[in-house]
Structures are given as structure tokens and as C-alpha cells.
């Protein structure tokens, strides 16, 4: 016969989950989480005195689940009743505050209050058997949970005014409990027991982080604002989630185990087969709801932030003030058709054109795209005129590589963003108002964001405030009108500026590798730097910070004609991260590359 499953301890039929630490063998470890949070307990209350005492006097707030009853029921009686029979089980105690409240007359909370109300007592419900679980290794535990819960709903329905975002958070969180009155029944594991009390401490600091938010003076500021800053009790909230997935799991698992328990228990004791499988499958069943209620959760989830993430791109957009024209230098393909009109098709036979079999036979161009830090490639050199299709044009040789690498990296889905300086028939073809860097640090930003769009969960403040800061505006029109500047002042100027839109990127780049945990890199394409309405010196200075920054992870490429600029780059200060290919000028054909069309 198969030897057993070893069964965990057990009293008076029901499996022992965490027992007093007094005792002999109690597993000091496994209680660590909601040791954790139990010490916080006295450093919590301090922060709320002040509120609790002018909200309560020198009442204490409740400790145990029945005296949290009485609280909740004092704010409203109808929608309790209807949930007492099933979540909190206490409509005779409910009924009897609710004939005192009518001779003392009851309070009344709006709408919206009502909703958390409801809420929060059908989150005590399917939370309260997590508490009881951990009261089993001390009272203190079961206090600790019902005394935080009980000033957090003193705090929301006093403090939160019209905010319904509270309400919404605990319904989530309370779908994702395992929905059977005894799935503490199942074979409680150490790692069971390790999520448990997890859960148990993360809903003790969500209740604690949400209770301060409530009661700062700055979150009703921003508020007002209608703008609030990133709230640590959502991402609280999520891991509760994650934990209580873990819970269901971990009992899908050991429902297996339990199974082989009872098929041994089957031939020793001669229970029915059709007992056992009916208990298993009840609970099998139990918890697939339980499993499916939680992916619906996260699906919910997902959609909702994706939502919220259009939003705040969107928001940040308007206040980038982001200028479209139909060359659209941020469109590659339409870049493309540009290049394709601009270089006569008759002269290709005679003059050298750019191919990506030329681009990557180049040294330089295999080392960056090889390399394992961030870097940057510089193309320069000059057009023959003569290749051109006309006089009017005055597009560039290489510039065909900025595209060839863009199609790599689409080929190899690799994160980027590109920028034409060129797009239209001429130098000057755009409706631009501003300096073209500016535009161009602005078109890259905005396209990794697009690409990206919950870095502005994190980053939105800090990206709006380097917006808004005066060097972002330094070289508007409007604050040069009317001025006369000295060379020396313009040049200050223009480093100034620069060096803040730059920061945006960075900041941006920073956000990426941070969330980036396979180590891919960001891609930036830009064609005819050249065309920065600056020295390009200014500008490639700026670049090579960028990829020195330890804190991104980002390679560069960048076309430069050398008729209309070049870079007076300090040859000392070239490395591996920063490779000029300087001197390819455009040759009749046959003297350098291939003759290929573009």
C-alpha cells in the first residue's frame, strides 16, 4: 500500500494554522509579515491622534469585529440589513442600534459615503476569516487588524468627501478572496500559511497608508486640483491581489494533495468513493470560481489602467503643445517617399547611393549595433549635388541609413523612436514656430511615451514639471521678441535650453530601463542632426551624456551632412560608447559601397 501524505497538525478536526507562540513548536518564521506590521502599530495611531481625537474624544477606536459592527451601524441601517445575514451575520445587534438611533436620531452620509459604507462591510466580511486564522497565534492579531480597519472607516467617512475611488478598491479587493465559507479547511502548508499571513499584513498597510492619505491637508490641495499624486495604497491594493492569487493556487494545489489523502483514506476506513470525489469536486469548484473571479479581476484591471495610461498621455500631449504638419518628421515611410523623389532614378547608376548592405558592412555601424552599452554612431559626410533630382533638394546621401536601421529594428522588435530634420523638399518646410531641436526632443519623447504609456504612471510630476519650468521656454519666440541678444547670451541661452529638453528624454529613458528587466535597449534614429538650428556641437555634447548615463540603457544613430555642420568633437573624449564616421562623402560609382538603388 502507498504511504500517506503526512497530515499537519490537527485539533478537534479542523487543521491548525498558526499556533500561540507560546507553545512548543510554533513556527516563529512563517508569523514574520504580520510581526512586521503589529510593531507599527503604536508609531500608526500616533500619526492619526490628533484627527482621532477631535473626531472621538478620548474613545478608543473599536478592536474587536463586533464593536466595528456597532461603528458601521451607526451610519446606516437599511443596506446593512440587507448585507447582515450574509456577510457580517449580526442583524439582531444591527436591529437593536438602529431603535436607539431613531430616539437619538441617526447620522446621515451622502451617496457616495453610503457606497463605501456598504463596501467596506462586505470587505469585513470575507477579510475577517483571515483574521481569525491569524488570531490563533495571539489575540494581538485580531486587535491589531480591527483596530486599524476601524479608524480607517472613521477617516474615510468623515474625511473623504465626494472621493468614491476607496469604495472601488475594497469591492476589487473583496472579489478576490477565495469565495467558500471553508476554505480554511484546506490543507493549510507552510506556504499557505506564508501568503496568509502576507495578505494579512498588506491589507493592515493599505488600511494605514489610506488612512493618512485621507487626513493630509496636501492630498485635499490636490484634490482640489483635481490632480492627485500617485497614491501608494493602489499599488498596496495590487499586491493584495497578487497574494490572494497565490492563496488560490496554493489551494488548488493542495487540493491535489488532499485527494491522495482521501484515496488512501478510502481503503483503509471504506468511505464511499462517491463521498470523497463529490467533497473534492465541491471544493475544485469553489475554487475555479475563485481562480476565474481573480483573472477577471486582473483583466478588469489591465483594461482599466490601459484607460487611465491613454488618459494621462493624452493630458501630457496638450501641455507639450506638440505641432504636427503634413511632412511629419516623426513617420518614417513618409520620410521615405521624400528621399525617394529627391535622388534622380536615372543618375543611380552613376553616383553612390546608400544601401543597407552598405550601412552594414561598416566597422563602426557592426560595433554599435553589437555593443552591450549604451552608445552612439555619428554618420557624416557629404552629397554630390549632381545626384540630386533637382536643384531645390537638398536631402542628404545617408540619410537612407537612418531608415535601413529603422526597418533592423522592426525586424527585430527593438523599442525606438525616429526624427527626421528633413522631411519635406526643403530645409525650411515646416510650420515650426520653435527651434527644430526643441521639436525634435519633444517628437522622440512623446513617441516612447506613446509606445510606453505607464511611465507617466510614475513619472507624469516630474515630466510636467520640467515642462513647465522657464528654461523650457527659453528660446520661444515670444521671449526673444524685441530683444537683441549678444552672441555670448544666445549661446548660453541655447545651452540651457537645451540641456532641460534633453531632460525629459532622460527622465523618460531612466523610467524605461527601470521597468526593463531583460536588459533591451531604447533606440533614438535621428537623420540630419545637422539641421538643429544650433551648433551641432551643442547637440552631439548632449548626446554623448545620454549615453554615458549609467541610469539608461540607449544607442543612438545619427546622419550628419558636413556642407551644413559638423562637430568639433574633442578626439580625447571618443570611446567605445561614442563612434564618428566622419568623411563619407557621396563618390561617383564604383569608388566606395554599392550602386543599388535607395
Request: glycine share 4%; hydrophobic share 35%; proline share 4%.
Amino acid at each position: 500500500m502507498a504511504s500517506k501524505i503526512p497530515m499537519e497538525a490537527i485539533e478537534e478536526g479542523k487543521p491548525v494554522w498558526f499556533e500561540d507562540p507560546r507553545k512548543a513548536g510554533a513556527n516563529e518564521q512563517l508569523l514574520k509579515p504580520a510581526k512586521d506590521v503589529v510593531r507599527g502599530r503604536d508609531q500608526f495611531k500616533q500619526r492619526l491622534q490628533a484627527f482621532l481625537k477631535k473626531s472621538r474624544g478620548n474613545a478608543d477606536p473599536p478592536k474587536t469585529k463586533e464593536d466595528l459592527e456597532k461603528e458601521i451601524a451607526k451610519y446606516d441601517y437599511s443596506n446593512l440589513k440587507n448585507e447582515a445575514d450574509n456577510i457580517l451575520n449580526a442583524a439582531a445587534r444591527v436591529n437593536s442600534t438602529y431603535n436607539r438611533e431613531r430616539q437619538e436620531g441617526r447620522k446621515k452620509v451622502g451617496r457616495i459615503a453610503q457606497e463605501f459604507i456598504n463596501s467596506f462591510s462586505e470587505f469585513l466580511g470575507v477579510y475577517s476569516g483571515i483574521v481569525n486564522i491569524m488570531k490563533g497565534a495571539g489575540q494581538i492579531y485580531g486587535e491589531v487588524a480591527y483596530e486599524t480597519l476601524s479608524v480607517l472607516f472613521i477617516v474615510v467617512v468623515n474625511k473623504s468627501g465626494n472621493d468614491s475611488g476607496m469604495a472601488g478598491l475594497l469591492q476589487e479587493m473583496r472579489k478576490s478572496f477565495p469565495r467558500l465559507d471553508d476554505w480554511t479547511l484546506i490543507y493549510p502548508t507552510p506556504s499557505m500559511k506564508q501568503v496568509v499571513a502576507e495578505v494579512y499584513k498588506e491589507v493592515i498597510t493599505f488600511a494605514r497608508d489610506a488612512s493618512v492619505y485621507f487626513t493630509r491637508f496636501r492630498t485635499r490641495f490636490w484634490k482640489a486640483l483635481g490632480n492627485p499624486p500617485a497614491m501608494g495604497i493602489e499599488k498596496t491594493a495590487s499586491v493584495i491581489h497578487s497574494k490572494l492569487a497565490e492563496v488560490t493556487s496554493e489551494a488548488m494545489v493542495n487540493l491535489h494533495k488532499r485527494n491522495q489523502q482521501i484515496q488512501l483514506t478510502v481503503e483503509e476506513s471504506k468511505i464511499t468513493l462517491e463521498e470523497s470525489h463529490s467533497t473534492i469536486q465541491r471544493l475544485e469548484s469553489m475554487l475555479e470560481e475563485a481562480r476565474l473571479e481573480n483573472e477577471k479581476y486582473r483583466q478588469q484591471e489591465e483594461l482599466e489602467k490601459e484607460n487611465e495610461d491613454k488618459q494621462r498621455l493624452e493630458t501630457f500631449k496638450s501641455i507639450l503643445e506638440i505641432v504636427t504638419y503634413p511632412t511629419a518628421p516623426s513617420t518614417p515611410d513618409i520620410c521615405a517617399h521624400m528621399l525617394t523623389k529627391a535622388f534622380d532614378c536615372h543618375k543611380k547608376n552613376h553616383y553612390q547611393y546608400m544601401t543597407r548592405t552598405l550601412l552594414e558592412s561598416l566597422p563602426a555601424y557592426k560595433s554599435w549595433f553589437a555593443s552591450s552599452e549604451s552608445s552612439v554612431l555619428l554618420l557624416a559626410g557629404e552629397t554630390n549635388t549632381n545626384a540630386r533630382a533637382g536643384r531645390g533638394y537638398t536631402h542628404s546621401w545617408l540619410s537612407p541609413a537612418t531608415l535601413f536601421a529603422v526597418d533592423i529594428l522592426r525586424e527585430n522588435d527593438e523599442r525606438g523612436a525616429y526624427y527626421c530634420c528633413h522631411p519635406g523638399a526643403r530645409t525650411d518646410d515646416n510650420d515650426l514656430d520653435t527651434y527644430l531641436a526643441k521639436d525634435l526632443l519633444i517628437k522622440l519623447s512623446y513617441k516612447l511615451l506613446e509606445s510606453q504609456p505607464k511611465v507617466l504612471r510614475s513619472k507624469m510630476a516630474q515630466l510636467q514639471s520640467i515642462v513647465t519650468q522657464p528654461f523650457w521656454t527659453l528660446l520661444d519666440p515670444q521671449k526673444l521678441e524685441n530683444r537683441r541678444l549678444e552672441s555670448w547670451e544666445l549661446k548660453e541661452r541655447q545651452r540651457s535650453a537645451l540641456a532641460t529638453w534633453f531632460s525629459l528624454l532622460r527622465e523618460i529613458l531612466e523610467e524605461l530601463k527601470e521597468e526593463n528587466d531583460e536588459g533591451k535597449f531604447t533606440y533614438l534614429i535621428i537623420d540630419r542632426m545637422d539641421l538643429v538650428e544650433m551648433k551641432v556641437s551643442y547637440f552631439m555634447d548632449e548626446l554623448v551624456k545620454l549615453v554615458r548615463n549609467e541610469n539608461v540603457r540607449v544607442k543612438i544613430l545619427a546622419v550628419l551632412d558636413t556642407v551644413r555642420g559638423e562637430w568639433d568633437e574633442d578626439l580625447g573624449v571618443v570611446d567605445a560608447r561614442v563612434l564618428v564616421v566622419q568623411g563619407l562623402d557621396q563618390k561617383p560609382a564604383g569608388t566606395f559601397g554599392h550602386a543599388s538603388p535607395i
